[in-house]
């Protein structure tokens, strides 16, 4: 098929390589001219596991091209994704400008039939609103098909190549049989296509993304309570996890949950019910929680210190809001350094893949180093962000001997209490209790 994706981020260029290397003939379109220019040139602007191969061989055999203009990819394609951006406004509702904009500029230089894919997370009722925008503005007959994204950032490819379900909103039969054609080399080993009308599509989405941080902000609230009544969140999460009605996954307590969707579509979520006149409670506390959890490791540290942070410097693993990418949109690293530079400290930050990133975040703000043991060397805690494997299993004297004294604070209860204990670190997590170096 003759495919054609609209912004080229995380979504729309693991969509576009995923579907030029299952056979389709695919444009990638970006209005931003450098993106698209590294592109071409083979370079990945991203950092996402086999993403950069799978590009290189597309781009090679010519089954995916990119581009900065929509009116040439719209003129070969039946099929346009929309995968712009939708970030979250002041209120927190999704900011729809780019996804209205991409689909006027469709309908102005449409000629003939497309099926338009929504593929952007958008609130519900969006569809409704860009069939009405883009009616006013082309004769040629469109269908708008809503198909959310679930793929996790990290696993990209493998999360769209093998999807666990594939949800198509449509108001069309037709159009919804093509796509999920589209989708057919995908679902082989039996993921379900499901087929519904394009609002329950839109809310399907949301409903995801709020239970999954619903379920983390939960067993945040269990680990701080744990803490004060004297239980290890580490046990009682197992316990939890046990119970086949509940499962065992999105229930590990941490610094909080960041990224461009949790984040994003929790707030989404409570103003679309707001703009419905519905309060919805849930969703509101989800994210109020995890504002909270946020700022939890840096209060465990402030707290240590007496409040005195001044001349403290801080050696800080992770940078990136989860292992395996280096986005750091609403990162809880982010929240923790500003706080400790707030307080008067300073930070050496090591990421395996993030340091680009933090560049555009924190300046010259914070120090950089390429090695996670440098940034150990005479500072007086390591502060330990993003549960990167490499941080599994480090070489505990040698940090101990890098420090000035041996203390670290773990917001993603990477070690066991006991062990760091026995190794001589003061040693605090999440829903545990401290222990201290005898
Ligand atoms: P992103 O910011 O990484 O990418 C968006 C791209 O769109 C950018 O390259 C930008 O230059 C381009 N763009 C913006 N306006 C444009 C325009 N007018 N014309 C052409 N290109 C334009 O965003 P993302 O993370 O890929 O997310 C895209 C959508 O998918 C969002 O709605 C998001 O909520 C949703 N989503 C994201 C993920 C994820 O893990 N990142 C997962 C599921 C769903």
Known sequence: MKVAVVGTGYVGLVAGACFADSGNDVICVDNDAAKVRALTTGRIPIYEPGLMEMVTRTLHTGRLAVTTDLRKALRRSEIVFLAVGTPPKADGSADLAGVFAVAESIARAMDGHKIIVMKSTVPVGTADIIRARMKKL??????????????????????????????????????????????????????????????????????????????????????????????????????????????????????????????????????????????????????????????????????????????????????????????????????????LLKAGARIRAYDPVARATARKVFGTKISYSSSAYNVLKGSDALVLLTEWNEFRNPDFDRIAALLKRPVIFDGRNQYVPDEMRARGFTYYSIGRRPVHAV
């Open 138 to 339: 082309t004769k040629h007959p469109f269908d708008v098909v809503s198909n959310p994204e679930f793929l996790k950032e990290g696993a990209a490819l493998d999360d769209f190549l093998k999807p666990e379900r594939v949800i198509v909103g449509a108001a069309s039969a037709k159009a919804a049989e093509t796509i999920a054609e589209l989708y057919a080399p995908f679902v082989r080993t039996g993921a379900s296509i499901l087929v519904m009308d394009n609002r329950s599509a839109e809310m399907s989405k949301y409903a995801a993304n709020g239970m999954l941080a619903a379920r983390i902000s939960f067993m945040n609230e269990v680990a701080n309570i744990c803490e004060r009544v004297g239980a290890n969140v580490h046990h009682v999460r197992r316990a939890v996890g046990l119970d086949s009605r509940i499962g065992p996954r999105f229930l590990f307590p941490g610094a909080g949950y960041g990224g461009s969707c949790f984040p994003k579509d929790v707030q989404a979520l409570a103003a679309i019910a707001r703009a419905h006149g519905y309060v919805a409670r849930l969703a509101e506390s989800i994210e109020a929680v995890n504002d909270r959890q946020k700022r939890v490791l840096a209060d465990k540290i402030r707290t240590h210190y007496g409040n005195a942070l001044k001349g403290r410097t801080f050696a800080l693993w992770g940078l990136a809001f989860k292992p395996q990418t280096d986005d750091m949109r609403e990162a809880p690293s982010i929240v923790t350094v500003n706080e």
